[in-house]
């Protein structure tokens, strides 16, 4: 199924038939174990989370991208919207631990200080960020001071 | 199906699509190296799963003694390093989700309904995961079962997915880019810092957690929910004394049985064990939850205990903890782990007695085995 007119391969086939019968062993799985495995809940968490993707995260992705950076120099669109984004997968990943949503009785569960080791994270990625920045400009400089191929002709005396 | 959506977002899906970032290229790129993560994951995840629910054809061998430590931190981390991968594929097909016609014909429809369990299943099993290591479990399942059938259903889905983009895979990995005018080189450079900011996001979270596994990057393991040398003498509980329903076991009333086939039936005091050999082994404990830490145990070779109670070296046993309830509260030893002299019934964890969170008065370790099968406050052993 790669382009609107090309007829299915082999090779889709092959993938569908395996694919739907891998599939199938694993709902029967989910639901033969059902006690463990609350199949319902499953189903429920894999639309939701694909729902929230497509209609949340996304759009959101596309927003920030365009409307949150587009004022800003073209040499410092890009790092900054690279940066944006590491920042914000580092801080939904850390957003457990920062909250300490899996904290009981036991030291040695959450043993660190998860807030400022998140912010010296996001510091590396800033700086990061900023390094390729400056890694432009000096090589945008380099460019500008070096001659035109013309100006290297044997015609010009070099 | 004819719907189609409004003028203005074809629009924004055709300028997007002309985008390298959301072309074929940058998609194929993204997918095969989702592609060998899931694959990886899938893999050692079976592994892990097969050792702790052996069906009879499958053996687990003691040695290498770290063997399990590798494949399961290499689960935990390749998942991990897998997340921004999985987020830089999903936006950079998102345009592709509002082509038309929505579905042109069956093997089509089928191929996108596949893509429901597909982004559902791939962003279970990473949050889901997250959740786990972070010991928070915002759901009414057992996560081991529950992860362990979904990666059928996602890795069903993923073969389903491979089969309808192979071709286009292919053709797009092979492609050799265009003659590098100005336009060409700006969109191939857009694509490469693209795919160079997907790397530095996958290696950012790879640096601050595999500390958790390979003890001389504890130190960068900044987001890590365990440290390896962080807890009750020097390294991780994953359930106490108290969570376990234990306390602390009176080492004046302790007994150890060890019984069922074999001609003497045991029954020893703590004092007892503490008069018998005693064998020492560096060995790592490894949780599934992907941290690990080496420690020096000293304790009774179970082999030398089965031994002495008449039972032959090549039986198989089972471990039975004081915990009331659990899943976990009996252990399975197969002969060969039970012939290795390092499957020990320790005493000790680095000269000290153990700490009743750490199984005191005694608890199972034994080389190559998950860190739920290293039984804690072990009172029986029962050889079959």
């Excluded at chain 1, 007119?5 to 092959?14: D, E, L, S, V």
């Excluded at chain 1, 609350?38 to 949340?56: Q, S, T």
């Excluded at chain 2, 997340?83 to 998102?94: D, G, H, Q, T």
Aim: a positive charge; one cysteine or more; hydrophobic letters at 50%.
């Amino acid at each position: 199924m790669n382009a609107p007119n090309q007829r299915p391969g082999k090779a889709f086939w092959i993938g569908l038939a395996a694919g739907w019968a891998v599939m199938a062993f694993g709902v029967v799985g989910l639901i033969a174990n059902r006690a463990d495995t609350k199949p319902f809940e499953v189903a429920y968490r894999f639309v939701e989370l694909a729902l929230i993707h497509d209609a949340v995260v996304a759009p959101l992705a596309f927003i920030a991208g365009a409307i949150g950076t587009h004022w800003l120099p073209a040499i410092v669109r890009g790092p900054v919207r690279g940066a944006l984004a590491l920042s914000a997968i580092v801080i939904v990943f850390a957003f457990p631990l920062v909250q300490r949503l899996g904290a009981r009785q036991n030291s040695s569960v959450l043993p660190l200080a998860y807030g400022p080791n998140l912010a010296i994270v996001l510091a590396a990625i800033w700086l990061a960020g900023a390094a390729v920045v400056v890694r432009r400009l000096v090589k945008r400089r380099q460019q500008r001071w070096q001659p035109a191929p013309s100006e290297l002709s044997p015609e010009r005396g070099v | 199906m004819t719907i189609a959506p409004p003028k203005r977002i074809e629009q924004w899906r055709d300028r997007q699509m002309d985008d390298p970032r959301h072309n074929d290229r940058t998609a194929a790129w993204l997918g095969l190296v989702l592609g060998v993560s899931f694959t990886i994951c899938f893999a050692t995840g079976l592994l892990s799963h097969l050792i702790q629910h052996p069906p009879s054809w499958f053996v687990w061998f003691p040695r290498p003694a770290g063997l399990y430590r590798v494949t399961q931190g290499v689960h935990v981390a390749t998942g991990l390093a897998a997340i921004p991968v999985l987020f830089a594929k999903l936006w950079s097909v998102y345009p592709r989700l509002l082509q038309t016609p929505v579905v042109r014909n069956l093997p089509h429809a089928l191929e996108r309904l596949s893509l429901v369990p597909l982004v559902g299943g791939a962003l279970f099993m990473l949050v889901s995961g997250v959740a786990n290591i972070d010991l928070w479990y915002p759901w009414s399942f057992f996560f081991p079962a529950a992860h362990f059938w979904a990666a059928w259903i996602t890795m069903g889905a993923l073969v389903v997915h491979v089969g309808a983009k192979l071709t286009m895979t292919r053709q797009a990995l092979r492609a050799q880019p265009r003659p590098l005018d100005e336009t060409a080189r700006t969109a191939t450079t857009d694509r490469r810092h693209f795919l160079a900011w997907v790397g530095a996001a996958s290696a950012t979270l790879t640096v601050v957690t595999i500390g958790q596994t390979v003890y001389p990057l504890r130190h960068l393991a900044l987001l890590a929910s365990r440290r390896p040398d962080r807890g009750v003498q020097g390294f991780p509980v994953n359930q106490t004394a108290a969570e376990a329903g234990v306390g602390v076991i009176d080492a004046a009333t302790y007994r150890l049985r060890v019984d069922g086939a074999v001609s003497t039936p045991l029954e020893l005091t703590l004092d007892d064990l503490r008069h018998l050999p005693m064998r020492t082994a560096t060995l790592p404990i490894a949780c599934v939850e992907g941290w690990s830490a080496t420690r020096q145990w000293t304790g009774v070779s179970l082999r030398d205990l089965v031994a002495m109670a008449g039972a032959s070296a090549d039986r198989s046993a089972t471990v039975v903890s004081a915990e009331e309830r659990g899943r976990y509260r009996t252990s399975p030893v197969n002969p060969d782990q039970l012939a290795d002299r390092d499957t020990i019934l320790a005493l000790l964890v680095d000269g000290e007695p153990l700490a009743p969170d750490h199984g005191f008065p005694v608890r199972l370790i034994g080389p190559n085995r998950p860190g739920v099968q290293q039984t804690k406050w072990v009172t029986g052993v029962v050889v079959a």
